[in-house]
Nanobody, 128 residues
Framework: QVQLVESGGGLVLPGGSLRLSCAVP?????????MAWFRQAPGKEREAISS????????YYADYVKGRFTMSRDIALNTVSLEMNSLKPEDTAIYYC????????????????????WGQGTQVTVSS
């Protein structure tokens, strides 16, 4: 069983920034097609917001986070991160790290992903 451990969530003011990290101990990132971040707001479905290809390192984003969020990876440390800037109240959600066997993209836009393993999630609250 692969364990994904998120950290870095919290409370931030609108316009602020947060950095989420996902550690995958004992696991090689290249074993899966891609790593991804999802989020789920209260009363809404879980949605894919970013993904990074294990083979190319290319990142893809959902339209509503493009230009504000940046996903990166550290292969040596087996970690992925999500830098979130210009946060809005509508970004409030539980954020999940995931290992995916397939991602769906349209150009450079992420549409979805087939997830094999999920992290436990970390709460991000954007509020004044």
């Amino acid at each position: 069983q692969v364990q994904l451990v998120e950290s870095g969530g919290g409370l931030v003011l609108p316009g602020g920034s947060l950095r989420l990290s996902c550690a995958v101990p004992g696991f090689t990132l290249a074993n899966y097609y891609a790593m991804a971040w999802f989020r789920q707001a209260p009363g809404k479905e879980r949605e894919a917001i970013s993904s990074i290809s294990s083979s190319t390192g290319r990142a893809y984003y959902a339209d509503y986070v493009k230009g504000r969020f940046t996903m990166s990876r550290d292969i040596a440390l087996n970690t992925v991160s999500l830098e979130m800037n210009s946060l809005k109240p509508e970004d409030t959600a539980i954020y999940y790290c995931a290992a995916a066997d397939m991602i769906e993209v349209a150009g450079d836009t992420l549409r979805g992903a087939d997830v094999t393993f999920w992290g436990q999630g970390t709460q991000v609250t954007v509020s004044s």
